[in-house]
């Protein structure tokens, strides 16, 4: 059972600032002084987190006028810190600035008065930081946010909705896994089928992610048509799984071997579609070592961001044995034995569809650069 999202945006962004604030903090440390750095880190983190648009050039320049406006603050704070009329008078109208802005279509409320907040903390300082290597500092720190999330660690919602399916599609794994135990434990079965709805819980989450995201992505049509028939399949897997988990079976011994067969192939089935959506999206070293290895977050994060260690289990039955193996289910067993057959050959159509949907991305998946 996966009880966090690996792929959410909220996480990603937290870790990008450790690693902009780190990477400033290094860079700067040697040629300033303690406040010009703090001033570097504070810059470095915010304006890391300060992106406006879905375009990558609106992205660009929304950062770039942060960055600037945070230079401009420290640099003016610090010509004026000495005069406390005129200090106090500039922060009065910066305050009005930052707060009408709404009034006048910016939407973005938060940069506005985190710049306040730092302009507040550059006059307030008791003694006052060098201005040429705080500006530099500073400087260097709004270079080191644009480049990690440009080049060193880049976003692309097409990547994170891909993330986002991948993730999907290994919790659907761990539930077909608590259906073989399931089968091999019936005494346990109570035991077992609460995980099962859990897992189905954090699968309502994932998905519920996943509209959100790309209800708010501005895409390309065929691109639109493409996450939009994924996350039916998804869906889909979902509505069968749940009415599996609410209408479980009492196997005897023989249909148990069969249906034990049918589940192994359906797991290795969904191992091989995350293989293919990791391969779609290009990890930098920072996810797959400093994330899954440094942070030690867990096995769940490890084998997501690192499917490539994982053994794999391959389809062990080609597809005119799987469907001999259903139709036997259903012919020789009660109504809810069919319905339970039922139910897993129409996750192998889901699965198919899926399969072919990565078959034809209308979109290029190496675009990010790597590191």
Request: charged letters at 15%.
């Amino acid at each position: 059972m996966i009880n966090l999202n690996l792929k959410n945006q909220d996480f990603i962004n937290a870790t990008k600032v450790v690693l902009v604030t780190v990477l400033t903090l290094t860079l700067v440390h040697k040629f300033t002084s303690p406040l010009g750095m703090y001033f570097a880190l504070y810059i470095s983190a915010c304006v890391v987190m300060m992106q406006a648009g879905e375009a990558k050039s609106a992205q660009f320049v929304s950062m770039l006028i942060a960055g600037a406006a945070f230079l401009f603050f420290l640099a003016f704070g610090l010509i004026v810190r000495p005069h406390p009329i005129l200090s106090n008078t500039a922060l009065i109208v910066f305050a009005f600035i930052a707060f009408y802005l709404p009034n006048v279509g910016w939407n973005y409320k938060l940069p506005p008065v985190l710049g306040i907040i730092f302009y507040v903390l550059v006059i307030s300082m008791s003694q006052a930081a060098p201005f040429a290597s705080s500006l530099t500092a500073g400087s260097i720190a709004v270079i080191v946010a644009i480049a990690v999330y440009f080049f060193f660690w880049p976003y692309d919602v097409k990547h994170e909705l891909t993330l986002t399916a991948q993730t999907t599609l290994y919790v659907y794994r761990n539930l077909l896994q608590s259906y073989t135990k399931m089968i091999r434990r019936p005494k346990s079965n109570e035991h077992i089928l609460e995980d099962a709805q859990n897992i189905l819980s954090d699968i309502t989450k994932l998905l519920a992610g996943y509209e959100k995201l790309n209800e708010g992505a501005s895409l390309k049509k065929e691109e639109v048509d493409y996450f939009d028939a994924l996350y039916l399949d998804l869906y889909s897997l979902l509505q069968i799984n749940t009415m599996l988990v609410e209408r479980f079976p009492v196997l005897n011994t023989e249909a148990r071997l069969i249906a034990q067969q049918i589940l192994r192939n359906l797991i290795g089935q969904l191992q091989m579609l995350e293989y293919r959506f990791d391969a779609m999206v290009p990890h930098s070293l920072i996810a797959k070592n400093i994330i899954g290895k440094s942070l030690k977050l867990g096995k769940a994060i490890t084998e997501t961001l690192s499917l490539h260690k994982q053994k794999v289990h391959k389809p062990r039955i080609s597809d005119e044995e799987f469907s001999r193996l259903l139709e036997k289910l259903i012919a020789d067993h009660s109504d809810v034995n069919k319905r339970f057959a039922f139910g897993l050959l129409r996750i192998q159509e889901l699965l198919d569809q899926i399969h072919s949907l990565q078959e034809n991305v209308p979109f290029n998946v190496n675009q990010a650069i790597f590191l």
